[in-house]
């Protein structure tokens, strides 16, 4: 396992356009994490998956935002009717139960998608 | 909620030290430490998890105490690979919200 995968890596879209993004995490890890950054900031929490379950989404997230876990397994995060706002990069995270003997609860992340919205 | 850190930004020349300081507003019960360079996702680098406890990894290593619900990370002897974006993260407390404090620049010179 090479570790969280995400694609695209980078997407230009026009405004109003609809744009989804996909994460594979690391496969033993049950909980993956979606997050938003732009540039000079910290990652911002978007939403956070536990297997199948999406336990936790940031109010920050509009109704334009949705995110997925099938099978708990990969993820994906849709935006829909983009807005230059959302222009940013996403980053996904997986970690293991932190209260595994095995476990930091560390999160792993991928590369991120980078989303330009004109 | 978000853990703020201090400084904001440091520059550093090679061999000096450095103290980057996150403290909560809410009860801290694990703290893990983060390194960002540009264009590059988070890294981690260590994690403290219990009040009082210091962690040490090569030249970086890091306090933590529960009760002031603060973490610092100790830089010594820099090199200039420490360059980067420093974040403290932790659980919200309460929550299932793993956040990051709010960042600290360090730039190591020549």
């Known amino acids: 396992d090479t570790g969280v995968s995400q694609d695209p890596r980078h997407k230009i879209t026009k405004r109003g356009q609809n744009v989804t993004f996909r994460c594979d995490p690391i496969?033993?890890?049950?909980?993956l994490y979606w997050y938003r950054q732009t540039l000079g900031q910290g990652p911002e929490f978007l939403t956070y998956?536990?297997?199948?379950?999406?336990?936790?989404k940031s109010r920050l997230l509009s109704d334009r935002f949705s995110a997925e876990r099938p099978k708990g397994s990969f993820s994906t995060l849709e935006i829909q009717r983009t807005e230059q706002g959302d222009s940013a990069m996403y980053l996904c995270?997986?970690?293991?139960?932190?209260?595994?003997?095995?476990?930091?609860?560390?999160?792993?992340f991928g590369e991120g998608s980078r989303l330009t919205v004109l | 909620q978000q853990p703020v850190q201090s400084p904001q930004a440091v520059i550093l020349r090679e061999g000096e030290d450095a103290v980057i300081n996150c403290s909560s507003s809410?009860?801290?019960?694990?703290v893990h430490w983060y390194r960002q360079k540009h264009g590059e996702a988070p890294v981690f680098l260590m994690i403290l998890l219990k009040g009082g406890e210091q962690k040490g990894h090569d030249k970086i290593s890091a306090s933590f105490n529960e009760k002031k619900q603060q973490s610092s990370l100790y830089l010594t002897a820099s090199q200039l690979s420490y360059s980067g974006t420093y974040f403290c993260?932790?659980?919200?407390?309460?929550?299932?919200?793993?956040?990051f404090g709010t960042g600290t620049r360090l730039k190591v010179l020549a």
């Open positions: 496969s033993e890890h049950n909980r």
């Open positions: 993260g932790t659980e919200a407390s309460g929550t299932y919200k793993y956040i």
């Open positions: 995270a997986s970690s293991l139960d932190p209260f595994g003997l095995a476990s930091t609860g560390e999160l792993f």
């Open positions: 809410k009860a801290l019960y694990s």
């Open positions: 998956f536990q297997n199948e379950a999406q336990l936790e």
